[in-house]
Structure formats: C-alpha cells, structure tokens
Nanobody
Framework: QVQLVESGGGLVQAGGSLRLSCAAS????????MGWFRQAPGKEREFVAC????????YYADSVKGRFTISRDNALNTVYLQMNSLKSEDTGVYSC????????????????????WGQGTQVTVSS
C-alpha cells in the first residue's frame, strides 16, 4: 500500500487556475500508475485523469481534456493536476489514487482499478 495526501485545493473564480498535488509515501512510488478522480455534491465520483508509471502515457476524461494536465515527479513521489480555465462544474472533492495494475493500454479509469486513495481536497469554482 502507498499513503497519499492531496493539497492545493481552494476557492477560485471561473476561468482561473489551480494546481493540485498528491504526495505519496510508503512503497516505491514509481511502481504505481496514478489517477485523479472528483466527486461533485450529490453526484457519483468520476474519473478525471490518469498517468502511467514513468509518466509517458496520460489519459483524460472528455470533460477536462485540453484544460487539465496530469504529471508526476517520481524523484519527489508526487503527482500533479494542473487545472486551467476552470468552470463551475469542476467544483468537487478531488482525490488521487494509486494502482499496481498493469494494463497494456496504461489506461486506468475505473475506481476498482485503484487500491490506494487519498482523503481528497476541495475545489470550489465560483461563477
């Protein structure tokens, strides 16, 4: 298991930017693919983005493609989510997650793919 702690959430106006960070401790960070999910009030948690172990493969939900960028720094045991052009519908609790699965596609979008989760950080976008 790996322990995950998110930071960087907050209140931002529509059109603004935030960068979320997720710091990992425990087992070797580079052995995990990572993902970001979010949960809006009254809604199910949904996939946002994922990144492969070495960072060479990323994948995004259609709703954030072109606005959000996932990246990682394995030397710092950290994964990031840069969020630009934020919209009110981006409001929610953002959680990072780690998976030891190894799919040939390097795409992990299901909650069940991930075995370790952070506690989440709140992002609120005001319109």
């Amino acid at each position: 298991q790996v322990q995950l702690v998110e930071s960087g959430g907050g209140l931002v106006q529509a059109g603004g930017s935030l960068r979320l960070s997720c710091a990992a401790s425990g087992r070797t960070f580079s052995s995990y693919a990572m993902g970001w999910f979010r949960q809006a009030p009254g809604k199910e948690r949904e996939f946002v983005a994922c990144i492969s172990r070495a960072g060479g493969r990323t994948y995004y939900a259609d709703s954030v493609k072109g606005r959000f960028t996932i990246s990682r720094d394995n030397a710092l045991n950290t994964v990031y989510l840069q969020m630009n052009s934020l919209k009110s519908e981006d409001t929610g609790v953002y959680s990072c997650a780690a998976t030891a699965a190894a799919y040939p596609t390097n795409i992990y979008v299901r909650e069940s793919d991930f075995g370790s989760w952070g506690q989440g950080t709140q992002v609120t976008v005001s319109s």
